[in-house]
């Protein structure tokens, strides 16, 4: 990473919710509670951001997609901003329930609102009735504020990152029911043990996301360089058959001559057995020349007797 723990603590990452908030499940990752605000440590933030920076890559260099999660104010910008260096799908407007579980549904608008889409691009649209056209635009706006930033999403994605968990209670539950992994930044009022990868550190301050938001851009754009791509097969391309080269090898094979004869007199010994074989076959052609017109000899005779009988 590009970042230090003191980049970190001048981001303000370390200061968490008052005490009144506090969840005691992420005790692990509070230094101290100061003042009646809990204390991030920032040492075990640096620990947990490295594993989750890891991760992330690795899941984008398996082809995968990340969605990018974050409604509330603060996170709105950033999580743009996020997905368009990356060209990943992300939801800033609100988690619209059965995202992931019932994702044939969402699917199914998903492809609606992308046909209304085309219909506004080429004119279509405009060609219809009045009413129709109004009706398909009320649908639009309220589509556009579901499905702003899911039109690039190909199926159930490979993890989701989050800011702020406690917000985004839906989500996380819904990715822990179908086993996909969570990236999230957990402040001290959330709960770190259903993440599968946590970041404790201040989920309210622009500047804390941010810094922690670079990290994962970081992540993913790595792990986008390492995509190996499988060899498509060519069928125009027939293998060649290569021929054994006896050269190279040690032993040669030895080739032996028939019993008679010699490596000087082999021409001469395949003209006589050439000329030997085409003596045989000529008198068996003329014969089966000849009896043809023996037949016909014969129906001619058999003929001129029947003649010479009347």
Same mark, same amino acid.
């Given at each position: 990473m590009n970042i230090t723990v003191k980049d970190l603590l001048d981001a303000g990452v370390h200061f968490g919710h008052q005490l009144r908030r506090w969840n005691p499940r992420s005790k692990p990752y509070v230094f101290d509670n100061r003042h009646g605000i809990s204390i991030i440590d920032l040492e075990k933030t640096y620990d947990q951001l490295e594993k989750a920076s890891k991760a992330i890559e690795e899941i984008v260099s398996n082809g995968k997609q990340i969605l990018l999660v974050g409604t509330k104010r603060q996170a709105?910008?950033?999580?743009?901003?996020?997905?368009?260096?990356?060209?990943?799908?992300?939801?800033?407007?609100?988690?619209?329930?059965?995202?992931?579980?019932?994702?044939?549904?969402?699917?199914?608008s998903l492809k609606k609102y992308k046909g209304f889409l085309r219909m506004e691009e080429d004119g279509s649209l405009d060609k219809m009735h009045g009413k129709e056209v109004a009706a398909i635009k009320r649908q639009m706006s309220r589509m556009q504020r579901n499905f702003e930033g899911?039109?690039?999403?190909?199926?159930?994605?490979?993890?989701?990152?989050?800011?702020?968990?406690?917000?985004?209670?839906?989500?996380?539950?819904?990715?822990?029911?179908?086993?996909?992994?969570?990236?999230?930044?957990?402040? +001290?009022? +959330?709960?770190?043990?259903?993440? +599968?990868?946590?970041?404790?550190g201040n989920d309210d301050s622009a500047k804390s996301i941010r810094i922690i938001v670079d990290v994962i851009l970081d992540a993913i754009q790595n792990g986008a360089?390492?995509?190996?791509?499988?060899?498509?097969?060519?069928?125009?391309?027939?293998?060649?058959?290569?021929?054994?080269?006896?050269i190279d090898?040690?032993?040669?094979?030895?080739?032996?001559?028939?019993?008679?004869?010699?490596?000087?007199?082999?021409?001469?010994?395949?003209?006589?057995?050439?000329?030997?074989?085409? +003596?045989?076959?000529?008198?068996?052609?003329?014969?089966?020349?000849?009896?043809?017109?023996?037949?016909?000899?014969?129906?001619e005779q058999t003929t001129q007797e029947d003649s010479a009988k009347n």
């Open positions: 709105e910008e950033p999580i743009r901003e996020l997905a368009s260096a990356t060209n990943m799908p992300f939801c800033v407007n609100r988690w619209m329930g059965g995202t992931l579980t019932n994702f044939e549904t969402v699917s199914t899911l039109l690039n999403l190909q199926g159930v994605p490979g993890a989701l990152f989050i800011v702020d968990s406690h917000n985004e209670a839906i989500a996380v539950a819904e990715a822990n029911r179908l086993k996909i992994p969570v990236i999230a930044l957990v402040d +001290s009022n +959330s709960d770190p043990s259903i993440i +599968s990868h946590p970041i404790p360089s390492k995509r190996v791509e499988a060899p498509t097969k060519r069928k125009d391309i027939t293998p060649i058959a290569q021929e054994p080269d006896f090898q040690e032993d040669e094979p030895e080739v032996t001559l028939p019993e008679g004869y010699e490596e000087i007199d082999f021409e001469e010994k395949r003209e006589q057995t050439d000329s030997q074989t085409a +003596s045989k076959e000529k008198p068996q052609e003329e014969s089966k020349k000849s009896e043809p017109v023996e037949e016909v000899k014969s129906e």
